[in-house]
């Protein structure tokens, strides 16, 4: 993960010297941050905007493994997946806190690779980070991040939103992370038995890449409202398709149809879910990870959506009493279970 050559304690800085080193370089970007970090608490302004926020905790044995995962790309990740839940609201993010909770064998190079990671992604998705914590953990590496962001009042996307006859619509392709992730396990269980061996990851960037560095889909809320289309029901992608379709279907009191043969999965990650003895659509179905946004439009939008790069209509919204159903590629018809991650199942 990293060694003892140029290493600084912490215990050299102390907390404050710590918040000051890291957040030396921070800059404010967003005309709503009045006043960032530097006092008891952010000031921000969205004058009549609905403000959005949303918090996520990352915990380091359960969310993340060191053994493989880079600290900077654990800090660009983690900022990403929490700015994905405000796209998923059809909102701006705008800035976020980082709050990080360390023990004493994490020395000051290795956070600040955790904060250049972070700081990566606030640059890209044009947010401001203006403000957080840090705390020592006798449990390992602990970060939380809150984003904030905003949306005119009628331009909000709730999950209640699906009407009977919406089309259901996914960005991007999906199983990848799962399958990347599939990998790296791999190649960690071959080091731990033989650290002599190199890891074999030839060919596979784009799966790695989807598992340790996802991209949020700020691009696809901005399309959506460069076409003018207003999706009734929107939610990001991070247990798996199944497991948020049925979110959608059951927070608006509805069915749902999805046809397995429309569900975007990359060649490569089918090819190397078949390598792992795995069915490419249980691993878009209930893997989880993907970030994309899964959402629903009117009919009236087909139009405007049918020819649009990158967004796949994958099926349609019934009415409840239809059930959730997957149609396979042999026209048979199954009913969708929510199958994704969980957190608060025990580890073997």
């Not at 962001?149 to 799962?178: H, N, P, Q, T």
């Not at 033989?194 to 030839?202: G, V």
Request: glycine letters at 8%.
């Amino acid at each position: 993960m990293f060694d003892n050559k140029g290493r600084t304690s912490l215990e050299e800085l102390g907390e404050f010297g710590l918040i000051k080193h890291l957040t030396d370089a921070v800059t404010i970007e967003q005309e709503t941050t009045t006043k960032g970090i530097g006092d008891d608490a952010a000031v921000l302004d969205f004058s009549t905007k609905k403000t959005l926020i949303s918090t996520d905790l990352l915990l380091e044995g359960i969310h993340f493994d060191l053994r493989y995962v880079p600290l900077k790309h654990l800090g660009y990740k983690a900022v990403q997946v929490n700015l994905s839940d405000i796209y998923a609201m059809n909102g701006i993010a705008s800035q976020i806190t980082f709050s990080i909770g360390l023990s004493s064998k994490f020395p000051l190079e290795a956070i600040e690779e955790i904060y250049e990671g972070a700081l990566l992604a606030c640059k890209h998705y044009q947010v401001d980070l203006i403000g957080g914590d840090t705390s020592s953990s006798a449990q390992g590496l602990v970060i939380s991040i809150t984003s904030i962001g905003y949306a005119e009042a009628e331009k909000v996307v709730y999950r209640d939103g699906a009407k009977e006859g919406d089309l259901i619509c996914v960005s991007g392709d999906l199983g990848g992370a799962y399958v990347g992730l599939q990998i790296l396990e791999r190649e960690k269980n071959i080091f731990l038995e033989n650290p002599n061996i190199q890891p074999d990851l030839e060919g596979k960037d784009y799966i790695i890449e989807r598992q340790l560095k996802p991209e949020a889909r700020k691009d696809i809320v901005e399309l959506l409202a460069e076409k003018e289309i207003l999706p009734t029901s929107m939610i990001d992608i991070s247990d798996g398709l199944a497991s948020e379709i049925l979110h959608i279907c059951t927070q608006s009191a509805k069915g749902c149809k999805i046809y397995e043969e429309k569900i975007p999965i990359d060649q490569m990650t089918f090819d190397t879910a078949f390598e792992f003895g795995l069915d490419p659509t249980v691993c878009a179905l209930s893997g989880g990870e993907d970030y994309e946004l899964l959402f629903t439009v009117s009919q009236n939008d087909y139009e405007k959506i049918k020819n649009l790069i990158d967004i796949t209509v994958i099926g349609h919204i019934t009415e409840e009493a239809a059930g959730c159903e997957l149609i396979s590629k042999s026209n048979k018809v199954h009913p969708i279970k929510a199958q994704g991650w969980n957190s608060f199942i025990k580890s073997e």
